[in-house]
């Protein structure tokens, strides 16, 4: 039996109380009672009701049957994509007002905060999937305006796979687990997701892309975020004006290497999801810049791509982008199910003064999101749950439903009607559709003419990288068709890349060891020239910074103190986050006596949790560590994951063990400034020196 605990005689704060019930339970001091969902008190919560003591239990124990009936009913359907995701609340500030364009108060109001709530994710894996698997991440926000809510529902590559709607099921069955043996998981390196691609020329662009190094980010708060499709402005004369949306983190962008991230997998399942977490509980708040192109449908009818196809960008170098304010995310959600979990972003969710384009991948999304939050959450009223609600007034005559939350007064639940003063009506400010004309074209099913080109931007994309990454690219591409087992699926792909850049087909071909260079994929559109777009490369665009990154420092019994008080302190001014590691968790004592406790125990703990490391150790820790392979790997991954390391004298047989070379990214423990200006970036120089790359 439960002890009974003395109830506090003290009344309870208002919030704690039913609903004109001054007598609520207490269960002592500030917790409140235990109760069932009928808010009947709970007195004991250890044991079932039962006959006897050893005798069955009871039917009539509904406190149990609540209890287990809630249980069994606690999982929904988790999304049929982009299952698995991190979120945070926060706000978007205009800095710049785009009047002229929109009537868009969100977008007109400069200063003004709009609450948004963002969620990131990744799309193939399920819930549970781990977090840095090559893939897409999805960058969705939803600000709440006062005009209601606005989902931009975007991606964190500004392309996508396919121009159709219709193909979207096709896309996805392709590249989720295949259906008769339900593996991979999270991971599109396997035959369906590459025979699909390879009979979809106009995958080829996102391809591209989804095989550079933006598709295994080293962090959420360093992803772009693009809106992809052409929107609408409309202002205050009903002019239109179409629009592209991007987000730019203020850290940069930043990736990993392709083995780190593999071994981030093991290491670490929720890598992305702690990053973020750690940075908004520590008060390190991610921003991203909102950035717009504007242009007409005059300017747009000059470029050399159509717009509306959802596979191209606009250059910047045609389009250039122009910076409108700023979104900051400063708060964790209380809990992950009924916020992040239960939000549910459309892209039709939009203001007065934003509309859509004919892109007809975004037509078809304005259909999806709201039928598919249907059966994920239940019912119609999924936007009452607090997450999804407007936060500014609504109103109006739909009623009941599953899981009604609110109590509508009155007979009025229709319109026109003249009985009720109070009833919702329209309002001439009411959401403008653009009056689109109509192209004189005729009814079908048809792809526009001006969609047939699908590798000239592939090909500027490739060509825009610089060397580092075209490698990365190629070897990316060779090692998911090395997962391929049909051969003809391989050179089929290779196949399309002879039409994108003769230089990446002939690596991936001679990476697969194909015997020969199969023929060049039939195409009534070859690939034009385009100048290089250098928006799109990582390199020169990531921030050389240590703000945001976090440096692991190794030591064990012995370690100099000194040293690693300087280091902390250093990396620490500059704006990094640092972590101490050793082979016990308890720590060890140091130089100078003292105990020094570890943040991290070293076999759970590896060097790819950090974006550099410094290795302080005795000599004879280091003769101890240089026999323990998590030692050894500790080193040689951070020297493989071209990180700066810095290490101290007794440290050097740690690193030749792990046969650690030398360049400007391994410095003296002592050197603190020479750490921090190589711990800020990557040391793309050593890469050859590391890997063979295709
Ligand atoms: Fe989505 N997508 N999508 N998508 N999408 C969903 O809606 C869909 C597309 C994106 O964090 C689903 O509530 C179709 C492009 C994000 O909750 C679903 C098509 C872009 C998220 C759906 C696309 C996206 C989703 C699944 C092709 C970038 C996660 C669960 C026509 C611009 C939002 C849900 C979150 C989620 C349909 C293509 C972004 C099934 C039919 C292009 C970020 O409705």
Not at 184 to 195: C, E, L
Not at 223 to 249: A, M, Q, Y
Not at 342 to 367: E, K, T
Not at 375 to 390: D, E, K
Request: glycine letters at 8%.
């Amino acid at each position: 039996m439960a002890t009974s605990k003395p109830r506090s005689k003290s009344a309870p704060p208002a919030d704690l109380r039913g609903e004109g019930d001054e007598l609520h339970q207490r269960a002592g001091g500030t917790h409140p009672a235990l109760t069932t969902n009928q808010g009947i008190p709970v007195a004991d919560n250890q044991n079932s009701l039962r006959d006897t003591p050893r005798g069955p239990t009871l039917l009539e124990d509904f406190i149990l049957r609540e209890k287990i009936t809630h249980f069994d009913h606690e999982r929904i359907p988790e999304r049929i994509v982009h299952a698995r995701g991190s979120a945070a609340h926060g706000y978007f500030e205009l800095t710049r007002s785009l009047q002229d364009y929109t009537r868009a108060r969100v977008l007109t109001e400069v200063g003004v905060r709009t609450p948004v709530f963002t969620r990131f994710s990744t799309v193939a894996g399920g819930a549970g999937s781990v977090d840095t698997p090559r893939d897409v991440r999805g960058f969705a926000v939803k600000f709440y305006t006062r005009e209601g809510n606005w989902d931009l529902v975007g991606n964190n590559i500004p392309v996508f796979f396919i121009q159709d709607a219709i193909k979207f099921p096709d896309l996805i069955h392709a590249v989720k687990m295949e259906p008769d043996r339900a593996f991979p998981q999270a991971a599109s390196a396997h035959d369906t997701f590459w025979d699909f691609i390879s009979l979809m020329p106009e995958s080829m662009h996102m391809v591209m892309w989804a095989m550079s190094d933006r598709a295994i980010p080293r962090s959420l708060r360093m992803i772009e975020g693009f809106g992809i499709h052409s929107f609408r402005l409309l202002n205050d004369e009903g002019e239109s004006t179409f629009v592209k949306f991007h987000w730019r983190p203020k850290l940069g962008i930043q990736s990993t290497v392709w083995d780190e991230a593999v071994k981030l997998q093991g290491a670490d399942n929720d890598f992305h999801r702690r990053d973020l977490f750690e940075a908004i509980t520590a008060g390190d708040f991610p921003e991203w810049e909102l950035a717009v192109q504007l242009f007409t449908e005059e300017e747009a009818e000059g470029f050399p791509f159509d717009h509306l196809d959802p596979t191209k960008i606009i250059p910047e170098s045609l389009v250039p982008l122009t910076v409108i304010g700023r979104m900051v995310l400063d708060r964790w959600p209380d809990n992950f199910f009924a916020e992040t979990e239960q939000v549910a972003y459309c892209p039709a969710n939009v203001p007065p003064g934003i509309d859509f384009s004919n892109d007809p991948l975004l037509q078809g999304r304005l259909f999806s999101y709201l039928d598919t939050q249907l059966s994920r959450l239940g019912g119609p009223n999924f936007h009452q749950i607090p997450v999804n609600a407007p936060k500014c007034p609504f109103a109006n005559h739909q009623r009941d439903g599953h899981m009604q939350m609110n109590i509508p007064k009155g007979r009025v639940a229709y319109d026109p009607s003249s009985l009720q003063g109070d009833s919702p009506r329209e309002t001439a400010d009411g959401f403008p559709s653009h009056a689109t004309p109509a192209d004189d074209g005729r009814k079908g099913r048809v792809r526009a003419a001006s969609f047939t080109d699908h590798y000239s931007q592939a090909r500027m994309f490739f060509r825009s990288l610089e060397a580092p990454e075209q490698a990365h690219l190629a070897s990316a591409l060779v090692f998911e068709l090395s997962k391929v087992e049909t051969a003809a699926v391989r050179e089929r792909t290779v196949s399309h890349l002879r039409n994108i850049d003769e230089s990446l087909a002939k690596r991936v071909a001679d990476g697969l060891a194909l015997p020969a260079l199969p023929d060049p994929a039939p195409t009534a559109t070859p690939a034009k020239d385009m100048p290089k777009a250098p928006e799109v490369r990582i390199i020169g665009r990531t921030k050389d910074l240590l703000k945001g990154r976090c440096v692991g420092i190794l030591f064990d019994e012995g370690s100099d103190a000194g040293l690693i008080a300087n280091l902390r302190k250093a990396a620490e001014k500059a704006g990094a986050t640092v972590k101490l590691v050793a082979p016990k968790v308890g720590g060890g004592k140091l130089s100078d006596g003292k105990l020094q406790p570890a943040d991290g125990q070293l076999a759970g703990t590896p060097s790819v949790v950090f974006d550099a490391v410094a290795i302080v150790l005795s000599a004879d820790a280091a003769k101890r560590l240089s026999k323990e392979s998590a030692a050894i790997d500790f080193a040689a991954d951070a020297w493989a994951h071209l990180k700066a390391i810095a290490a101290d004298e007794g440290a050097q047989l740690l690193l030749k063990t792990a046969r650690v070379g030398k360049d400007n990214g391994v410095v003296e423990a002592e050197d603190a400034k020479a750490f921090l200006a190589a711990a800020a970036t990557r040391q793309w120089a050593r890469e050859p020196k590391v890997r063979t790359l295709a």
